[in-house]
């Protein structure tokens, strides 16, 4: 059983994604839902001016859900917002034990749970998880321990706190918190790993993309077909939840990476932004963005939307974004794809599937990354022959000469390598950049 609430007035604005109609929202999370393998029964909304403080929806609502819930032998409900530990409580103890009550956040875990292949995936949701999990327990335990409390009563109040629900609980609590701390130990030194990786590839200049765009865009065909990788690819949200970085060679000769990641959402909850971290600063460090949309989503402009808002939130705003309106095979003429083209006038239409519009697409994504590429005039040393190597290989080469003193080549080379051709440069270059320490 879904339940979804629309928020009227300023709610509807500060929520993440508020401006999705509640039906389109739900029809999101009935496909989350079928994902992790639930199959919904029912679906239950109602328009608020905020969250109740108690059970989220209305104590009428409640009755109603409860009611629904009975008639239709639903075993789980899911609510489309994030529940606090509160509302958990208090709706739980109205569905009763028999209902399994989730939220947006903790189905969106389940799935993560469910498709993490890498060590550093599967750390990182169990970590989220857990994470997820605690302030819950801490809360139920409170209470329970208040119950505990009651009744023992008066002045020996304190002797009652000792029951075994409580013990189990704080076991539970210490259990999971060293659980916690040792996840994180073990994700830093996957991550120190990771990096030593990623400043290789710095050092080699290969320029990275990173495609991004919102789940079941398409984006993991797209990288199979430009890459022959084998991603897998499906018609599930959040198929794809550990990168994969493959070569792919732009029509004018250069190499590049293109790196394929998990798919954003709206409503996508901050903590689970920051337990992805490590995956998203494949997007943060990468050249140039390669944002993938579904143009046969109703909910394009939406979807759109919430990828540039998760964007902004892991500070990838101002990067260079390259937009590829994907599925377009499933148009039936050009002519219904005209409304698509204005809404989107920079973005180039491909099929990921059938490969239509991808020579086009590299062809802008390599326009894209020479705009980003450096202008210099460097006198190479005939000792320093890797540098002039360095250049024919990642560099586009305007004119080259032997001299006397060296090779001097004028052209441009990739941003990153500019601190290789720093002291061979006689002209052009970053004037004002300064060595990081
Ligand atoms: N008709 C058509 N279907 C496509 C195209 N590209 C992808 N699909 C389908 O869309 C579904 C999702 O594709 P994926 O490549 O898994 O999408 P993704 O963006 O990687 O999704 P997540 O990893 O789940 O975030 C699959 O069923 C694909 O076969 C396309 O160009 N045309
Ligand atoms: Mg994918």
């Known amino acids: 059983m879904l339940v979804g609430v629309e928020f009227k007035g300023p709610q509807a604005v500060r929520r993440s994604g508020g401006d999705w109609p509640v039906a389109e929202s739900l029809a999101e999370l009935a496909q989350l839902a079928y994902t992790a393998g639930l199959v919904v029964v029912g679906r239950l909304t109602q328009r608020l001016e905020r969250p109740h403080p108690a059970t989220f929806i209305g104590p009428g ?4 859900l409860s009611a629904l819930v009975t008639a239709t032998a639903a075993d789980v409900v899911v609510f489309d917002d994030e529940l606090s530990p509160r509302h958990q409580r208090e709706l739980e103890r109205s569905l009763g034990e028999e209902v399994k009550l989730l939220d947006r956040t903790a189905l969106i875990l389940d799935i993560f749970a469910q498709h993490a292949r890498t060590r550093e995936g599967r750390l990182q949701v169990e970590l989220a998880q857990y994470e997820y999990r605690l302030p819950r327990l801490t809360r139920a335990w409170t209470h329970l321990a208040r119950q505990a409390g009651g009744r023992a009563g008066g002045a020996t109040g304190g002797v009652g706190l000792r029951g075994p629900g409580e013990t189990q609980l704080e076991t539970d609590r210490r259990v999971i918190g060293r659980r916690i701390a040792q996840l994180k130990r073990e994700l830093e030194a996957v991550r120190a790993h990771r990096e030593r990786h990623r400043a290789r590839r710095r050092r080699e200049g290969m320029p990275v993309v990173a495609i991004v765009g919102y789940t079941n865009a398409g984006k993991s ?4 077909s430009l890459a022959g990788a084998a991603v897998t690819a499906e018609d599930k949200l959040f198929a794809t939840l550990d990168p994969t970085t493959r070569r792919v060679t732009l029509p004018g000769g250069s190499e590049v990476l293109f790196t394929d990641t998990v798919g954003f959402i709206q409503k996508l909850p901050t903590q689970l932004v920051a337990a992805f971290r490590a995956t998203l600063e494949e997007v943060t460090e990468a050249d140039l963005l390669l944002h993938v949309l579904d143009g046969t989503h109703p909910q394009v402009v939406r979807q759109a939307a919430a990828v540039r808002e998760t964007l902004a939130e892991i500070g990838a705003a101002d990067k260079g974004v390259v937009v590829a309106v994907n599925k377009c095979d499933r148009w039936p003429s050009p002519e219904a794809m005209r409304p698509l083209r204005a ?4 973005g180039v239409l491909i099929s990921a599937l059938t490969g239509e519009g991808l020579d086009g ?4 994504v390599e326009r894209a990354l020479e705009e980003q590429m450096v202008w210099l005039e460097a006198l190479i040393p005939y000792d320093a022959g890797e540098l002039a190597a360095l250049f024919h290989r990642r560099g586009l080469i305007e004119e080259e000469e032997h001299t006397g003193e060296g090779t001097r080549i004028r052209g441009r080379v990739p941003r990153q390598l500019w601190a290789r051709f720093r002291r061979v440069c006689v002209q052009g270059g970053i004037p004002d950049w ?3 320490a």
Do not use: G, Q, S, Y
């Open 434 to 436: 300064e060595e990081v």
């Open 361 to 364: 697409l590299l062809a802008r």
């Open 221 to 224: 065909t797209l990288l199979n």
């Open 61 to 64: 609502k409640v009755k109603e």
């Open 343 to 346: 809404r989107f006038p920079d």
